[in-house]
């Protein structure tokens, strides 16, 4: 498996540059959060107004905070010398980041591209190489299933994929 080089290097950065690194995992947030969920509630809006149903809610992409391994009695810590000035050493700071912070901003930004996906499927059901990751988005029809003419120039592929045709012979 092909892996990011991270942890190797992480003990030779100068600390100044991992403090402005951690303040750096925020920012993203900040700035995109809003413009995701404006994002979210279009794509949603969108996918209401043709006529969807069945679309896995948002808390469908959450962990069950019962799967999370630690709560704040046994939460671990960095142990640091003045405890006052290093966020890494208090439990809250932990469980802020390891139950709230992580788990709903990756949620969040899997349910945008669940929703997009489904955008995808239903307005362009043509195969490409990265088509089939889109198998978590399927739809019974794409626009292009509805009318048999329309269907029947689709290439075969297309027309017989099951991510966006449930009554295709193939299965997924």
């Known amino acids: 498996m092909e892996r990011v080089?991270?942890?190797k290097n992480f003990e030779k950065q100068p600390t100044w540059k991992v403090r402005i690194g951690v303040l750096l995992i925020y920012l993203p947030l900040i700035i995109t959060v809003p413009f995701v969920i404006l994002g979210i509630l279009a794509a949603r809006g969108h996918l209401k107004l043709v006529g969807a149903?069945?679309?896995?809610?948002f808390w469908d992409f959450v962990p069950t905070w019962i799967t999370h391994r630690y709560i704040y009695k046994d939460q671990i810590v960095y142990e640091t010398g003045s405890k006052w000035m290093h966020w890494e050493s208090y439990r809250f700071y932990w469980i802020f980041n390891c139950k709230i912070y992580c788990p709903l901003s990756v949620a969040l930004f899997k349910?945008?591209?669940y929703l997009v996906q489904i955008v995808e499927n239903w307005w362009c059901p043509f195969e490409h190489d990265k088509k089939g990751e889109y198998?978590?988005?399927a739809i019974d029809k794409s626009y292009w299933h509805i009318y048999e003419r329309e269907r029947s120039m689709l290439h075969p592929d297309d027309r017989?994929?099951?991510i966006w045709n449930e009554e295709s012979k193939e299965k997924m």
Not at 53 to 57: A, D, H, L, M, Q
């Open 5 to 7: 080089q991270i942890g």
């Open 53 to 57: 149903t069945g679309i896995r809610p």
């Open 135 to 137: 198998k978590n988005a």
């Open 111 to 113: 349910y945008m591209a």
């Open 160 to 162: 017989e994929n099951p």
